[in-house]
């Protein structure tokens, strides 16, 4: 495969060749726009372009080394208007088969790599690495100009009034003689039961 050849956007393991790069230049049509965006939650997606190379690396492993970029439009978290975020970024996969435990001797050490690895497939998916990639880079919590003034406003106004959270002394005081009271009459009650039973009172 050569650069000018049209790169599919699923390529099988199998046939591609250890010996060079593949380089690839993914750039979805109107409709498989519409889909990704669909599937991201996003009010519109433009500018999607996913180019890069996948590179050998050893007998059977694979590094794909790409740039995403993409326009995207997501709906304000405060206000709903939609927010305009314009994404650019690396994306980078390791694919490597994982070993079988009767491939390893006992007592052998695993090797583990600082990178990302997932299992080779038999086929990788392009479309499917973009999607992640691009779900990946998506801001959190869009805001449209204003929500944070808007946020600001909601919360001050749910707030309770500092006034209402002062103790009122009056009412504490009638409360205080409530409980007094009560257990005043507690007490005359007790004596009055023994007197119509006409139990003598010890």
């Keep these: 495969m050569n650069s000018t050849t049209p790169i599919p956007e699923r390529l099988r393991v199998a046939g591609l060749r250890t010996g ?21 939650g996003l009010l519109s997606l433009r500018k999607l372009r996913f ?8 007998r059977d492993a694979w590094r794909l080394d790409a740039t995403l970029g993409a326009t995207v439009a997501q ?29 390893r001797t006992d007592g052998a050490e695993i090797e583990i790599s600082g990178d990302d690895i997932d299992p080779l ?54 409360g205080l003689k409530s409980k007094l009271g009560a257990g005043s009459d507690d007490g005359e009650s007790d004596g009055d039961t023994d007197g119509d039973t006409g139990k003598a009172t010890p």
Excluded at 78 to 87: F, K, Q
Aim: negative net charge; contains cysteine.
């Design 121 to 174: 497939p038999e086929v990788i998916d392009l479309r499917a690495v973009l999607t992640e990639a691009l779900a990946l880079a998506l801001p959190l919590y869009p805001h449209a100009p204003g929500a944070r003034e808007v946020t600001k406003s909601l919360d001050a106004a749910a707030a309770p009034d500092p006034e209402d959270e002062r103790p009122n002394p009056f009412a504490a005081l009638e």
């Design 75 to 103: 709906p304000c978290v405060v206000t709903l208007e939609p927010v305009t975020t314009r994404i650019d970024e690396p994306v980078e996969r390791v694919w490597r088969p994982i070993a079988a435990p009767s491939d």
């Design 20 to 40: 060079t790069p593949t380089v690839f230049d993914l750039r979805p049509d109107d409709k498989a726009r519409a889909a990704i965006a669909a599937r991201l």
């Design 51 to 58: 180019s890069g190379a996948l590179i050998p690396e050893g």
